[in-house]
């Protein structure tokens, strides 16, 4: 799977977006970005996945570049509950068979400022 | 529904005893898989099933037995551990056979201290 870099810890105002930023230089075209976050000491949580096109959901949107070489999360507005560490991952398919795994970095600590 | 459940939350154990840790998921999924996850660092990925079968062994020591009896359960047999193998045991599913195999639904871990 590919690398991904993200910065160690982000501050966000209550109510504001909070925008998590992740280079994954060495992206493959069948590579997609999932999200994932942890608040401290549960499992941790799906956020979104895409490949090449933004997605949205009810949590977040994901925008990724058309070089496909870097994405950002964004909580449009970030609540105290939104305080947690955010996984950037990049998966490949490898089989139909469920042969995967997760490759956790070491992740963005996000934390909600009142 | 995407619940996970793992039980028990919190477990102790001495390096002679022999615990189990079980994780359960009624989503339909046929793939499962078991993490550790050190204090302060990101989930590491120890064994994949799929349709029941081990799938992925990440080179874990045999003192941790993985045993999935049914596409529902997943246990998680530890024998004789040391205490550098105090973690948090996190259980995962997900789907097979749709093309990418699916979002991984994480349970809310297993603390465990070896004492």
């Known amino acids: 799977d590919a690398k991904t870099t993200q910065p160690p810890s982000m501050d966000c105002a209550e109510g504001r977006a909070a925008n998590l930023p992740c280079n994954h230089s060495?992206?493959?075209?069948?590579?997609?970005v999932y999200w994932y976050r942890q608040i401290h000491s549960q499992g941790p949580q799906y956020i979104i996945h895409?490949?090449?096109n933004n997605e949205t959901n009810e949590m977040a949107s994901l925008i990724i570049t058309e070089d496909r070489k870097s994405s950002t999360l964004i909580l449009p507005h970030a609540t105290l509950r939104d305080t947690a560490v955010y996984y950037c991952?990049?998966?490949?398919?490898?089989?139909?068979?469920?042969?995967?795994?997760?490759?956790f970095g070491t992740g963005t600590r996000l934390t909600i400022i009142p | 529904d995407t619940e996970v459940t793992q039980t028990p939350k919190h477990l102790v154990m001495g390096m002679t005893n022999k615990k189990s840790l079980k994780c359960e998921q009624h989503m339909g999924h046929r793939a499962m898989y078991w993490y550790k996850q050190k204090a302060k660092k990101p989930p590491e990925l120890m064994f994949v099933?799929?349709?029941?079968?081990?799938?992925i062994n990440e080179s874990v020591p045999s003192r941790f037995s993985p045993e999935c009896p049914n596409s529902s359960l997943l246990n998680l047999h530890l024998h004789a551990l040391q205490p550098e193998d105090s973690a948090l045991y996190l259980c995962?599913?997900?789907?097979?056979?749709?093309?990418?195999?699916?979002?991984?639904?994480f349970g809310p871990g297993t603390r465990l201290l070896v004492l």
């Open positions: 991952i990049v998966r490949a398919f490898i089989s139909n068979f469920g042969n995967e795994k997760l490759t």
């Open positions: 099933y799929s349709y029941e079968k081990l799938s």
């Open positions: 895409g490949l090449k």
């Open positions: 060495t992206i493959s075209g069948n590579e997609y």
């Open positions: 995962a599913s997900s789907q097979v056979g749709e093309g990418m195999g699916g979002t991984q639904y």
